[in-house]
């Protein structure tokens, strides 16, 4: 919109330099600015907790990415990440993610096999 709107009204003689055309285009466009870049920011602002939560590394550029890309970013995001369930652990009383075999919090490892991961065999499938 801001590269192409300011050339058009150049050559449909609606203002007199690029400087007063980029100006009256910003005059019209600055709402959708700012609503994009708030939804960029709640976008990237659920990829940084949906990230913590799931105790996964890099979470700050994770959120840069979503923030730079916006929803697209928030999709993709979510596309290649697969959500694992989360509980309460009994030791720090932390929500932690249970694909794991010990804690993401406190390290201190879970009674039982972790929750969503499937063990495989290499005769039958899932066993
Ligand atoms: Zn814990």
């Known amino acids: 919109m801001f590269a192409r709107r300011p050339f058009e009204m150049l050559q449909e003689r609606q203002a007199p330099a690029y400087s007063a055309a980029l100006e009256l285009t ?3 466009g600055w709402p959708a600015v ?3 870049v708030l939804l960029a920011a709640v976008a990237a602002a659920l990829a940084w907790r949906w990230h913590n939560r799931y ?3 890099n979470a ?3 959120s840069g990415f979503v923030l730079l890309f916006n929803v697209p970013g928030l999709i993709a995001y979510r596309l290649s990440y697969e959500f694992s369930p989360v509980a309460r652990c009994v030791e ?3 929500t932690v993610p249970r694909d794991r075999d010990a804690c993401a919090h406190c390290d201190k ?3 039982g096999r972790p929750y ?3 063990k ?3 005769r039958d499938g899932v066993c």
């Open 26 to 28: 910003w005059r019209a």
């Open 34 to 36: 700012v609503v994009l």
């Open 55 to 57: 105790a996964r590394p």
């Open 60 to 62: 700050i550029w994770w």
């Open 92 to 94: 720090c009383g932390v």
């Open 109 to 111: 490892p879970f009674a």
């Open 116 to 118: 969503g991961v499937r």
């Open 120 to 122: 495989y065999s290499r």
